[in-house]
């Protein structure tokens, strides 16, 4: 079964965003539109992202990245180790399409979220929508394209119910209507005081640049 809630050309109501964050709490998985394609999220509880990891066939080392709540009281942000190119990147371009990893240092995070050099990828989600119920569950969910492994993103509602279906749940699914194609997200590592990009995407080197000078590719 999929609680289906609509948000097309509308702000969530808030019994809706209260029904979405209970939903969360409770180990629900989220189907979620980002600013590329629909994407896959839940709370960072060992139940739900065992059926997320299973439901995306991920094997041992490959890291969801998380969604983040802005206000800076999350607990999680004492946890990650910001560098200042971290800092002015993060400054420049949330919330938006770019991924930041920054080292964990203490271990918090589950090895669901943590990449093979102990990095967590994160990000702030331009999605007003999404960003709400970010807010208000006031921690992090993941969010990973919404399909099967080796087919291509939902970029609808109707595809998305397809790809879910059948699946283990309980699901919730924020419809936000069809959504236009665009680069995903750009992926910088700043586990180091010198920033690399792993993945170019919406925000280009050179946009980068302005804001780090010296930057990997």
Known sequence: ?????EAVARP???EEGRALVHHLREGGLLAHPTETVYGLGC???????????RFKSREEGEAFLLLVPSDERWSGWRDLTWTEPARRLAGAFWPGPLTL???????????QVRGGGGGVAVRRTS???VAGIVDRLGEPI?????????????????ALTRVLEGSEGPWALLDAGPLDASPPSTLVDCTTDHPRILRTGAVTKRELEKVVPKIDE
């Open 142 to 158: 993941t969010s990973t394209s919404a399909n099967r492994k080796g087919d291509p993103p939902a970029t609808d509602p109707e």
């Open 43 to 53: 709370i960072l509880r060992t139940q739900p992202l065992g059926r997320l990891a």
């Open 127 to 129: 999605r007003s929508d």
């Open 101 to 111: 990893v920054l080292r964990d240092e203490t271990g918090a995070f589950p090895e």
């Open 12 to 14: 969530l109501q808030d």
């Open 1 to 5: 079964m999929i609680l289906k809630v």
